[in-house]
T-cell receptor, first 114, second 109 residues
Framework: GAVVSQHPSRVICKSGTSVKIECRSLDFQATTMFWYRQFPKQSLMLMATSNEGSKATYEQGVEKDKFLINHASLTLSTLTVTSAHPEDSSFYIC??????????FGSGTRLTVV | GQNIDQPTEMTATEGAIVQINCTYQTSGFNGLFWYQQHAGEAPTFLSYNVLDGLEEKGRFSSFLSRSKGYSYLLLKELQMKDSASYLCAVWDSNYQLIWGAGTKLIIKP
């Protein structure tokens, strides 16, 4: 089946630094990828939709200058959390649409900013 | 606004059957998904319904009634490993995924 590889699975960084999270579709081409964040005991919240070769579409309230998304190829999208702060600590998950229906999710990245 | 409702938490006994309900009000409808999410992990796809009726996949079945804006996920022969959160999500008219808050299912021996 379709696999989306997300890396790293866990990262701890210092406040003020930047962190890059990669999301790769391993055996299919993903024109569109989605980035979510999830706070403890809450639902997934869509942050942005990443389209290959064009600018990402951000949801209302998501700072595009803080959460930089790059979708340079049909198999790779990256999310960079710039100047991270403790409130950015969260679980970040990417997903790619696979086929006509269904989404394949990456394994998620737990970001802790100290 | 767009809204998806599902119970916050349910408890069931190992070996039993449990039904998790989901009601939705969205701007358009292009399908409904159920996902399973274990604590600390990404969601995994369980089912997709776009037409009314029941879809069966082994121990899991999903039902949809578009006229009622209602779906349920039915889990049979419950196992301890089924303890997880179950997320209902709807594709609206723009193919945006609208997520429910999830139902935490607790299985007791």
């Amino acid at each position: 089946g379709a696999v989306v590889s997300q890396h790293p699975s866990r990262v701890i960084c210092k406040s003020g630094t930047s962190v890059k999270i990669e999301c790769r579709s391993l055996d299919f081409q993903a024109t569109t990828m989605f980035w979510y964040r999830q706070f403890p005991k809450q639902s997934l919240m869509l942050m942005a939709t990443s389209n290959e070769g064009s600018k990402a579409t951000y949801e209302q309230g998501v700072e595009k200058d803080k959460f930089l998304i790059n979708h340079a190829s049909l198999t790779l999208s990256t999310l960079t959390v710039t100047s991270a702060h403790p409130e950015d600590s969260s679980f970040y998950i990417c997903s790619a649409q696979q086929g006509e229906v269904g989404y394949t999710f990456g394994s998620g990245t737990r970001l802790t900013v100290v | 606004g767009q809204n998806i409702d599902q119970p916050t938490e349910m408890t069931a006994t190992e070996g039993a059957i449990v039904q998790i309900n989901c009601t939705y009000q969205t701007s358009g409808f292009n399908g409904l998904f159920w996902y399973q999410q274990h604590a600390g992990e990404a969601p995994t796809f369980l089912s997709y319904n776009v037409l009314d009726g029941l879809e069966e996949k082994g121990r899991f079945s999903s039902f949809l009634s578009r006229s009622k804006g209602y779906s349920y996920l039915l889990l049979k022969e419950l196992q301890m490993k089924d303890s997880a959160s179950y997320l209902c999500a709807v594709w609206d008219s723009n193919y945006q995924l609208i997520w429910g808050a999830g139902t935490k299912l607790i299985i007791k021996p």
